[in-house]
């Protein structure tokens, strides 16, 4: 066993006694190991597994889109409902993370987190009229949107959380990589309808259900408070209060931009293809396959990279050869080469949602964090739902080669929202700025002012 390695506070041997108030809690919370305890790694291992699920469920409907389209026979802008329904589910978990938390700690989160996806997926399976999915997928949505703020928040404040959100993360892409193979794969190899793949998500939901309980059940409300309301005095940090820190609303309008761009790439790539790029269904479905596996392995590899060299040069320069590799998909009229450059795109954008978590733990106390990285992971993942729903829309009048146009922008736009955040391109320098209470655009505005003074040089 590594001697360096100091054992943080184990959630569970916080000694609270009944009569313990929120006021006489005084000792401060410890940064945590995902190895310290046998607890730990059960957890951190659900984690994954949950994250493995909400990709599989996410990657699964870009996949399956064309046939149900094809099955309700409706056009592009009503199948895009399936996309804008579950930011209603997103933004109720926004809004109620950090109410969960402190009424019944993380396994409330544990419990309904996968109970709401199970009531959005098993309508599915009897594939009911068509304006009953955009209904049952809000669901959907507030399952994923809860775990996913709830696991971000946990995994982002423990030791080497970049390399350990990219894991995180990289779960989440591996789901989305093979949730589309085996959609595309049912349907176009065993001759299935699109609704049978949603046998295969209730058994795998209901596990979760399971496993997810059994490992957070003494993570409950009082352990919450023990551990993170000490910093206040005992007072809860309400949403309210970290939507008045301007560093939460630029980490959460970048994510909504960058989950916007994943879930609308991901959601039609599978359509490009067929009706622009003319590829044959099973290789259609193959495309999206690799732009999620892209997405897992830079998740997984970059996360070692970004935290030696920075965050804020590190997703700098991922967002800038994502630009590029965009722009290369959308003017490169070849199957292949489309392929590969959505394959490219997805491994650039792999580690920004882990990076802007990072962020936020760096640039905010350490109160804030749940709530705040709550917020933005929740209304980030909005993304998923207005930006697709958006693409078809638009795609129902001017075609879906519209998918290209808009996702550049919102790269440009994200890339924008970054330079924002307060610190240097330098290792260390989210950090510096928290010390020296950087204001947010202050790093950008040095640099206008140095390309300025140079060009008049």
Request: aromatic share 12%.
């Amino acid at each position: 066993m590594d001697e360096s390695i100091t054992p943080a506070r184990d959630p569970e041997k916080v000694d609270i006694s009944e009569e313990t108030t929120d006021e006489e809690v005084t000792a401060p919370p410890l940064q945590q190991r995902w190895n310290e305890s046998t607890t730990n790694m059960v957890r951190f291992f659900s984690t994954i597994y949950a994250f493995i699920l909400m990709g599989m469920t996410d990657g699964a409907v870009g996949a399956l889109l064309p046939y149900i389209e094809t099955y309700y026979n409706i056009s592009y802008t009503a199948v895009s409902l399936v996309f804008l329904s579950p930011f209603i589910g997103y933004t109720l978990a926004a809004l109620t993370n950090s109410l969960v938390h402190h009424h019944f700690g993380q396994v409330g989160i544990a419990v309904l987190g996968p109970i709401c996806r199970l009531i959005g997926i098993l309508p599915l399976v009897f594939h009911p009229p068509y304006p009953v999915l955009p209904v049952v997928l809000a669901f959907t949505g507030y399952g994923n949107g809860i775990e996913d703020s709830a696991w971000n928040a946990w995994v982002g404040n423990m030791h080497n959380a970049n390399e350990l959100l990219g894991l995180l993360h990289g779960a989440y892409g591996l789901g989305a990589t093979i949730g589309p193979l085996i959609a595309t794969a049912m349907v176009t190899k065993g001759g299935l309808q699109w609704y049978t793949f949603y046998y295969v998500m209730i058994g795998l939901d209901g596990l979760a259900l399971v496993g997810l309980t059994t490992a957070f059940w003494r993570a409950t409300a009082k352990v919450y408070r023990a551990q993170f309301l000490d910093a206040t005095g005992g007072k809860r940090t309400t949403t309210r209060t970290v939507l008045k820190e301007p560093i939460t609303w630029i980490l959460a309008f970048f994510l909504l931009g960058y989950v916007g761009a994943e879930v609308s790439l991901g959601g039609w790539i599978v359509t490009f293809m067929l009706r622009v790029r003319h590829a044959e269904p099973f290789l259609a479905g193959l495309s999206v396959t690799f732009f999620w596996l892209g997405l897992t392995v830079g998740r997984v590899v970059l996360g070692f990279v970004t935290g030696r060299i920075g965050e804020k040069l590190a997703i700098t320069a991922y967002l800038v050869l994502s630009i590029v590799m965009q722009v290369l998909y959308w003017t490169v009229p070849n199957y292949a080469a489309s392929t590969t450059f959505a394959t490219f795109l997805g491994f650039f954008l792999g580690p920004l949602f882990p990076a802007a978590i990072v962020a936020a733990t760096k640039l905010l106390p350490s109160d804030y964090h749940v709530s705040a990285i709550g917020f933005a992971a929740a209304f980030g993942g909005g993304g998923a739902a207005l930006f697709p729903f958006a693409v078809g829309a638009i795609a129902q009048s001017k075609g879906v080669e519209v998918l290209q146009p808009i996702c550049l922008a919102i790269l440009i736009f994200i890339l924008l929202m970054w330079w924002f955040l307060p610190g240097g391109l330098r290792p260390g320098g989210l950090e510096k700025a928290r010390e020296e209470g950087e204001k947010v655009g202050d790093g950008f505005k040095r640099v206008v002012k140095r390309v300025r003074g140079e060009g008049r040089g």
